[in-house]
């Protein structure tokens, strides 16, 4: 069965410190591909990255960036400098090689001014 | 611009009066999917549909129907909705069904059954 754990609900951090939003998934496929996904206040979602199972390189973008670790099923995401721009839901997806995108619930990132 | 638009974006309606939610992607893609939003528990795929005609449930399609006879649209119809209904839906689609291929949300659909 496939799964993805956001262990985090809700998280607050003030502006320009570093947060790291944990993900841990569950599958049994050899092949399959992760994604985090943001959802800022407006509701609508945005593609952050996708990962597939065989590159295990970090990812840096900006002042985003991405670990993954097939050791520990993990693939955490972190901003760095925080902006309250950066306050959203992000959610971190699993797709294996069934057609179905399994979701994490979810983190509410907060970043305080 | 390529895009997945949903229509209506709100929508308030009452216990058991049919609906419609629709659902058009401009990009040929081949897979569309339905999902539901419910704080706490993250996005649910309701339906997918691997092409014209093709479709399959997803983890909760109980009260839930799809048709697929174009491949742009994707519409998603309550024939009987209740109030444990009352989610935030997207519809995505993709180029085909590998992991892949990115998956393009729409804007989203709040439904409120009273």
């Known amino acids: 069965a496939q799964k993805v754990t956001q262990a985090q609900t809700e998280i607050s951090v003030v502006e320009k410190e570093d947060v790291t939003l944990d993900c841990v998934y569950e599958t049994r496929d050899t092949t399959y591909y992760l994604f985090w996904y943001k959802q800022p206040p407006s509701g609508e979602l945005v593609f952050l990255i996708r990962?597939?199972?065989?590159?295990?390189q970090n990812e840096i973008s900006g002042r985003y960036s991405w670990n993954f670790q097939k050791s520990t099923s993990s693939f955490n995401f972190t901003i760095t400098a925080s902006q309250v721009v950066d306050s959203a839901v992000y959610f971190c997806a699993l797709r294996t090689g069934a057609n179905n995108l399994f979701f994490g619930t979810g983190t509410r990132l907060t970043v305080i001014p | 611009e390529a895009q997945v638009t949903q229509n209506p974006r709100y929508l308030i309606t009452v216990t058991g009066k049919k609906l419609t939610v629709t659902c058009s992607q401009n990009?040929?893609?081949?897979?569309m999917s339905w999902y539901r939003q419910d704080p706490g528990l993250g996005l649910r795929q309701i339906y997918y549909s691997m092409n014209v005609e093709v479709t399959d449930k997803g983890d909760v399609p109980e009260g839930y129907k799809v048709s697929r006879k174009e491949k742009r649209n994707f519409p998603l119809i309550l024939e009987s909705p209740s109030p444990n209904q009352t989610s935030l839906y997207f519809c995505?689609?993709?180029?085909?069904?590998?992991?892949?291929?990115?998956?393009?949300f729409g804007p989203g659909t709040r439904l409120t059954v009273l």
């Open positions: 990962r597939n199972s065989f590159d295990e």
């Open positions: 995505a689609s993709s180029l085909g069904t590998s992991g892949v291929n990115e998956q393009f």
């Open positions: 990009m040929n893609h081949e897979y």
